[in-house]
């Protein structure tokens, strides 16, 4: 299995922007498609953006495309979601997701990942 430790999170002006890096360890990375998910206060978990396990393929959410970039570095087993133009329903935890999956598919739904890691908060201030 895999772990997984968020970092990057923090305080933001709304258009700001703010760079989270997920690490891995465990496991081969290479095997697990990744993703992040952000949960707001009394919401529930909502996909944000997912990745392929080989990066070739990438989801973003309607509501963070062209603002939010997701992608990995698999020689150095970590996910990276790039956010810019912060706005303030942005705020939430973000938690970073991996699930042993080689395929080409990228899994979009919070469901579909098994492992987690324990979620960095990101606050926007309009």
């Known amino acids: 299995q895999v772990q997984l430790v968020e970092s990057g999170g923090g305080l933001v002006q709304a258009g700001g922007s703010l760079r989270l890096s997920c690490a891995a360890s465990?496991?081969?990375?290479?095997?697990?498609?990744m993703g992040w998910v952000r949960q707001a206060p009394g919401k529930e978990r909502d996909f944000v953006a997912g990745?392929?396990?080989?990066?070739?393929?990438?989801y973003h959410a309607d509501s963070v495309k062209g603002r939010f970039t997701i992608s990995r570095d698999n020689a150095k087993n970590t996910v990276t979601l790039q956010m810019i133009n912060l706005k303030a329903e942005d705020t939430a935890v973000y938690y970073c997701?991996?699930?042993?999956?080689?395929?080409?598919?990228?899994?979009?739904?919070?469901?579909?990942?098994?492992?987690w890691g324990q979620g960095t908060p990101v606050t926007v201030s309009s």
């Open positions: 465990g496991d081969t990375f290479s095997c697990y498609a």
């Open positions: 990745i392929s396990a080989t990066g070739h393929n990438t």
């Open positions: 997701a991996a699930v042993h999956y080689v395929g080409r598919l990228v899994r979009d739904r919070p469901a579909e990942y098994d492992y």
